[in-house]
């Protein structure tokens, strides 16, 4: 059984940058395409990025440009580096593992950008 553990949040200030890091564990993290998503308070849960197996990467347009995406195979772990970060960027943080069923999720790390 796939499980995906995030970290690396925390409280930051508007303009301020975050890494993130999804540690995977029970699968061949390396087969998987993997993506960031995010739920803010009052909101339903948003896509915010995906890395495909070849390293294919794709981006929300609310955060392109800003964020980057990554992996590192050998260390089964996925990051999301955040710049820039902005008040509306304030959410908890998911990263999500595609191709399985059911599909497998982390627990999420809270993200809180304010001055």
């Known amino acids: 059984q796939a499980q995906l553990v995030e970290s690396g949040g925390g409280l930051v200030q508007p303009g301020g940058s975050l890494r993130l890091s999804c540690a995977a564990s029970?699968?061949?993290?390396?087969?998987?395409?993997m993506g960031w998503y995010r739920q803010a308070p009052g909101k339903q849960r948003e896509w915010v990025a995906s890395?495909?197996?070849?390293?294919?990467?794709k981006y929300a347009d609310i955060v392109k440009g800003r964020f980057t995406i990554s992996r590192d195979n050998a260390k089964n772990t996925m990051y999301l580096q955040m710049t820039n970060l902005k008040p509306e960027d304030t959410a908890v943080y998911y990263c999500?593992?595609?191709?399985?069923?059911?599909?497998?999720w982390g627990q999420g790390t809270q993200v809180t950008v304010s001055s």
């Open positions: 999500r593992q595609y191709g399985t069923v059911p599909d497998v």
């Open positions: 029970g699968s061949i993290f390396s087969r998987y395409n």
């Open positions: 890395i495909t197996t070849s390293d294919t990467t």
